[in-house]
Every structure is written in structure tokens, then in C-alpha cells.
């Protein structure tokens, strides 16, 4: 059975940084696409970063370009996200996906696997 947990989220000032970390089991962690996205209360579940099975290649939403950054160690079965100069509107449950493709996808409909998200909330 495949599990996600992500870990991490927290309440931080806005210019603050948290680090998301995502540990999914009963899969082979290295040959999957990567993937975080956030939901914002009342809104749609929106794509934020994507990596790819090597690391190899990494996408980020406009939004976050810049302030976010994604990474893995297929060592350690472990995907992270560290977030720098946080603003309120970061404000989500954060979500890691998986899928088993080499491309990196930017919709829901992408990724087979999520987790069941941690919180983050940006006071400003």
C-alpha cells in the first residue's frame, strides 16, 4: 500500500522559510516524477513544483520562482521543498504527488499518488 506523508508546515511570519519534506512508502521512490501542490482555502488545488525521478529537471509555478526550491534524496526516499521570503498568500495545505513518468506534469489529473498534506499559514 502506498502511503505519503508530508511534514513540516507550520505558522510562520511573512519573510520567514519552512521546509516541506514528503516521505512516500511502497513505492520505489526513485522512479517517480515528484511533485508539490497547495490549497488554499476555497480554492482549486494548484501546482506548485516538479521534479523529475533523477532530479535532473525541476519546473516551478511563476509565483514561486525564485523563493522555492525542490530537491530529492532517492538515498533517503525523501522529496523536499524549502521556501524562502514567504508571503500570506503562500497560505495552503501542501500536497506531495507522485506519478511513475519521466515528464513532469502540472495538473492533478498527472500524478497517481498524493499525501494527505500539512499546513502551512504565512501571517503577515
Known amino acids: 500500500q502506498v502511503q505519503m506523508v508530508e511534514s513540516g508546515g507550520g505558522l510562520v511570519q511573512a519573510g520567514g522559510s519552512l521546509r516541506l519534506s514528503c516521505a512516500p512508502s511502497?513505492?520505489?521512490?526513485?522512479?517517480?516524477?515528484m511533485a508539490w501542490f497547495r490549497q488554499a482555502p476555497g480554492k482549486e488545488r494548484e501546482f506548485v513544483s516538479a521534479?523529475?525521478?533523477?532530479?535532473?529537471?525541476?519546473y516551478y509555478e511563476e509565483s514561486v520562482k525564485g523563493r522555492f526550491t525542490i530537491s530529492r534524496d532517492n538515498a533517503k526516499s525523501t522529496l523536499y521543498l524549502q521556501m524562502n521570503s514567504l508571503k500570506p498568500e503562500d497560505t495552503a495545505d501542501y500536497y506531495c504527488?507522485?506519478?511513475?513518468?519521466?515528464?513532469?506534469?502540472?495538473?492533478?489529473?498527472?500524478?497517481?499518488?498524493w499525501g494527505q498534506g500539512t499546513q502551512v499559514t504565512v501571517s503577515s
Open positions: 504527488a507522485a506519478v511513475l513518468r519521466p515528464r513532469i506534469g502540472t495538473t492533478t489529473k498527472d500524478y497517481t499518488y
Open positions: 511502497g513505492v520505489t521512490f526513485s522512479l517517480y516524477t
Open positions: 521534479i523529475t525521478w533523477s532530479g535532473s529537471s525541476t
